[in-house]
């Protein structure tokens, strides 16, 4: 099991941005794929970034050019900066670890709200 924990969370102005962080103890760069998924009220759980151990990202078509995945190894932290917020990216989100394919460990979520 990878221990996941979220931080980061909060309210926000649209248009305004944060900075979410997963903090694992495992060394980053050795595990298979890490990922930032969120849930709204009502909707399924969707992914919105994943970034594999080569490197490799992947976004939702929603947030592409605004969201970016990264990983800090010094931290064992994996980050995921969100600038332009919408009203819409208003959810819970969690980060999800996998230390090799479909062994998943999930964190226990952050809030984001996107309000005036």
């Known amino acids: 099991q990878v221990q996941v924990v979220e931080s980061g969370g909060g309210l926000v102005q649209p248009g305004g941005s944060l900075r979410l962080s997963c903090a694992t103890s495992?060394?980053?760069?050795?595990?298979?794929?890490m990922g930032w998924y969120r849930q709204a009220p009502g909707k399924q759980r969707e992914l919105v970034a994943e970034?594999?151990?080569?490197?490799?990202?992947n976004y939702a078509d929603s947030v592409k050019g605004r969201f970016t995945i990264s990983g800090d190894n010094a931290k064992n932290t994996v980050l995921l900066q969100m600038n332009s917020l919408k009203p819409e990216d208003t959810a819970v989100y969690y980060c999800d670890l996998q230390r090799s394919p479909g062994f998943h460990s999930w964190g226990q979520g952050t809030q984001v709200t996107v309000s005036s």
């Open positions: 970034m594999y151990s080569g490197g490799r990202t």
């Open positions: 495992r060394n980053i760069f050795s595990l298979y794929n």
